[in-house]
Every structure is written in C-alpha cells, then in structure tokens.
C-alpha cells in the first residue's frame, strides 16, 4: 500500500487502475495468463470439433452440432467450409493468441522483472498497451465467425490466391495487424527492461537462462513481425481495395476470371509468411526452455551443465532463425541451389538445438532430483520435444520433404514440439511459479494425475498422427475417407480423436487446482522450492514495485550444493 500510494502520486488506486488498466507487470502478467489459457480452451475447442469429422465424416457432432447454423452445420454435419474455417482458426489462435502470449506475454511479464531485481519493466504504461491491444486483437480474430461465410478458412498460413476469396480473411488480416502491433509494444519493453534495469551486480552472465531466452525471443519478434505486418497489409489491401500484390495474372476462381488480378506474386506472401514464422517457432519454443532450465536447476540441486553454452545456443538459433524459412517452400518451386541453401542452413541451426537439450540432460547427471510436479512436466519435455526435434530433420530434407511435405507427418512433428514441448512446459512454469503469484501452493495429487492424464493422452494423439503421414494421409482434409490412399490409416484417426477428447477431461483437475489453490492452497513461504534467482527474494506476491529495497547480486543464478555451506542453495542476493 505505502509503495502504491507513492509511486502514484500518493491518490489510492482504484479497482479500475488495480486490476483493469494495471500498469504493474505483475497484474499484467496474470492478465496475459487468464486469457491466453482462455484462448487456448477455445482454441481447443475448436480442434475437439474437427477431430470428430476426421474420426467420423459425415455424422453428426454430438451435443453440440445442433447448435451451429445451418450453413455452416447441416443437420449437425459439419459442412467442408466450416471445417477449413475451424482448422485456420485453430491454428492462428493457438499460435498467435495462445502460446505466444501465455510464454512471453504471462510468463515474461511476471518472471523477467523479477529475476532481474527491477521494480518493474522500463516502460509500464506501454506494457498495458500492449495487454490491451492483445485482447481486442483476440476478441476481433474470434468475431470473424459471425462474417458472412464464416471465418477465415485458408490455414493459419493464409496463402493467396485462396485467402483472397474469402470475406473472413479481412478480418483475420485486420485482427492480425492489431495482434502484431501489440507483439512489437511487448518486445521492445522486454529488450529495454533486459538491457536496462538489472539490479546491481546483474551481469549478463549473471541472469538466469529464462531471462536470455525471453530477451532473444524478443529480439526475434522485433524483426520477424513487422515483415509481416506490412505484407498483412498488403493482402488487406488485396482484398479491400482490389490491388494485386499477392495475384497473378489471369486468375480464375470458381470458374470464373477474377477481376483484380493481375501482375502479382503468390510467392512473395510465402516468403513475407515465413520469414516471420520460422523465427516464431522459436518463440515458441526458447521461452518454455527456459521454464524448463530454470525447474531442472532447481530440482536436480545442481548449477546447470553448460550455462554459457546454452546462452551462445540460444542466440545462434537466434541469429540462424532468420535464414531458413523457405524449408517450408521446398515444393513451392525454387531452384535446386536455392532448396540446397535453405536444407544446409536448416541442418546447421539443428546443433545448437541438440546442444542446449544434450545440457539439459546432462543436467540431470549425478542430481539428487526432487520429483516435484513442476520437475514431472520438465522431465517429459525432454524426451516428447526431442520427438519433435527430430521428425523435424526429414522435413528439412529436400528430398525426403518431398513425400511427407503436407501430410499428417508435418502436423504430427509441430504438435510434439508446441505441445508436448511448449506446452508442457508451461504447465510446469504455473506449478513452479504459482507460489510466488499467490503466496500458496497448487495441490500435489491433483497435479499428478493432471501430468500423467496429459502426457500420455498427448503421445495417443500425436503419435498416429506421425503413423498415418508416414502412410501417405494429407493434412487440411475435410473428409479423409473420400480418399482411398487414406483408408488404411483411419484407425489412427480414431485414437487421436479419443485420445484429445480425454486429454481435454484431464484438463479438469488442472483448472479446479488452479482456482481452488487461488485461496485455498497450502501458504507458502518467500521461497518454498528454496531456489536461487531473485523472483524468490520477495515476498509473494510480491509488492507494487516488488523489492522492499533494491537488491544486489553477488552471483551466478544456480549456485546449487555448493560444498562448504549450510545449505544446498545461495541465492544471488546472498553475500555469503
Ligand atoms: C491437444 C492439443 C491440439 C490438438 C489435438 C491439435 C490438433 C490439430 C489437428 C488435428 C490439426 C490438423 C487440421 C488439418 O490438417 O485439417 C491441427 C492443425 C494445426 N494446429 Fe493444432 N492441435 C492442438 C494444439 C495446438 C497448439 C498448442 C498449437 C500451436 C501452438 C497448434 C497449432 C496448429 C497449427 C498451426 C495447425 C495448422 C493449421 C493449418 O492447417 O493451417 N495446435 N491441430
Ligand atoms: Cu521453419
């Protein structure tokens, strides 16, 4: 309260400024992680509904199909449009609504100020901008199911000359622009604050490994997005004003020539597309390694193998990020020299992969581990991402990319590594952080049976998905009966379908746990996991302004089972 008043000009706040315009990044974190975990039900949601077409084409939703409009449901079935539009959808909100902001908008937000003893980020009233041009970004991108033929309904990569045709689009395009502006706000802070507030004694090589990740995320995001941006802008321009950026000549649509076109290139939106959405994979990505650098340090009660090699690791990928794009486009048609490019360079960001997952296991070795919930969801990381790392590697291949390019292969590969990856490993950073949030603890058993429920449904889901690729299935098909070359892996179609719609009911016990703990878990001291870095050296929740003074730090951030001491831990902020 004292802090509030004075760093406020001494009025007391309101509910409104407390809660609602909070320009304190501990509000805005919580803000960022209620709703992007809302927009990831939704997003869920929407997947639950295309999973029952592809398990059983034809028949009706159950429960819920009587509810869709007719157009888009008839009789309950779903219609082929409202399918595309689902998958688009699921997609883009997953990507650009969910994980992205729940790891760096929530979790950045939260933890990066924290751990390097700043009363908060550099420019608070920007933050907030941020928050709230995220939110009616989300809210717009949702709205555009009530456009006329729905949403829209070319993937979440929206490659002209499809996305031109659909009324949709304008509005995902739109949505787009106000989501990216409010990425840009958000990055720029994180550097700023990175760069500029550390604590005394807050070297760089002093800052935990959560803390690099976020400031190399955000450096990705400052020079992916505004590619992006600007050619979301064009498409707009496109579709609105009938320019011809993104269309050939002659083009026919339906049947029909399409007045507009004429003089553009489909491709160049291919290259705008991916230029960002390479670097945006690891975005989605480095943050949740960090969560989970910073729970096995914890917990195996040993500094980590390789901290400086995971940092260098971090920012190649970083620097790499940024030239291997067009390995999405290797059937696109370029030449064979440029394809041989982009197959070297995406190998070549492979080692620094491999090398900071080889440091994260070494640093189990020779740990006395606490097996922790936290340390349970940063233990499956490990081995169900490294899936997702490695069926990467054919996809890079020209000449493998060949046969599996566009199949279940591709969506089974991303879905290891952003879910049973990133995902996760989110999981794992709100049973780990929760504490400091709330001053209590989210219960033990219901957590357990929430990790073992969700790692096990996750594999039934994704694994056939890897299965029916290998077999030949195509991905971004509304019916995969009518083809016959897809036949022979239908079954798997069912496991994934059942496996998701039980991963959802182990999601139950995760967010009853998470409410009911709010206030009724177990108190909590400052620093329960008696960890290191400096998130742990204020009270939780922490105040407005977060440090009672500010602190100095004398060390490294895993100072663990260092021999001589008392205890097992030397926190940063400890002389000696
Ligand atoms: C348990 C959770 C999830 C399940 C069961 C699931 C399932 C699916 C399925 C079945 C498709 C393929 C649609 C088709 O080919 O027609 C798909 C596409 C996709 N998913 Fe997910 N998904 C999940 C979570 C996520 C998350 C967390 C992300 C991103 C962070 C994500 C990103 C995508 C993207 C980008 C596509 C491609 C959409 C397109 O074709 O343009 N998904 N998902
Ligand atoms: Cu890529």
Known sequence: MAHDEHAHGGH??????RYVFSVDH???????????????????????????QLAFP????????????????????????FY?????????????LGVVPLAVGAYGNYVLPLQI????????????????????GGILML???????????SGWTSYPPLSIINPGQTVWLLSMVILITSSLLGAINFLVTTINMRAPGMSLWRLPVFVWAQFVTSVLLLLAFPPLEAASVLQLMDRVFHTSFYLPKDLVILGQAY????????????????????PEVYVLVLPPMGIVAEIIANNTRKPLHGYKTMVFSMIAIGLMSFMVWAHHMFISGMSASLSNFFLVTTMIISVPS?????????????????????????????????????????????????????????IGHFHFVVVSGSIIALMGGTYYWFPKWYGRKMNDTLGRIHFWGTTTTMVGIFLPMLFMGLGGASRRLYDPTAQLHNLPVQGWNVVATYSAYLLALFQIPFIYNFFNSMWNGEKTPENPWQATTLEWACPSPPPHGNFEKTPTVYRGPYEYSVPGRKTDFWMQTDKN
């Not at 034809?58 to 309950?76: E, H, K, R, V, Y």
């Not at 595309?84 to 650009?96: D, E, K, P, R």
């Not at 590697?393 to 020209?398: A, Q």
């Open 12 to 17: 007391e706040l309101s509910f409104m400024e």
């Open 26 to 52: 501990k509000v805005i974190g919580l803000q960022y992680l209620i709703t992007s975990f809302i927009f990831l039900l939704v997003g869920f949601a929407l997947m639950g509904l295309m999973r029952w």
């Open 58 to 81: 034809g028949t009706p939703i159950p429960f819920f199909g009587g509810l869709f409009p007719s157009d888009l449901a008839p009789n309950g079935v779903m219609s082929g449009e």
């Open 84 to 96: 595309n539009s689902l998958g688009a959808m699921h997609g883009t909100i997953m990507v650009f």
């Open 117 to 136: 003893g700043a009363p908060d980020m550099a420019f608070p009233r920007m933050n907030m901008m941020s928050y709230w041009t995220y939110l009616p």
């Open 143 to 153: 709205a555009s199911f009530l456009m006329p033929g729905g949403a829209a309904q």
């Open 259 to 278: 007045a507009g076109s004429g003089g553009g290139q489909p491709l160049l939106w291919q290259h705008l597309f991916w230029f960002l959405a390479h």
């Open 354 to 410: 491999v090398a900071l997952m080889t440091c994260l296991v070494f640093s189990l070795k020779g740990g006395s581990i606490r097996f922790n919930v936290p340390m349970l969801f940063a233990l499956a990381f490990i081995p169900l991402f490294a899936i997702g790392g490695l069926t990467g590697l054919p996809l890079g291949l020209t000449v493998t990319d060949i046969y599996l390019h566009d199949t279940y292969y591709v």
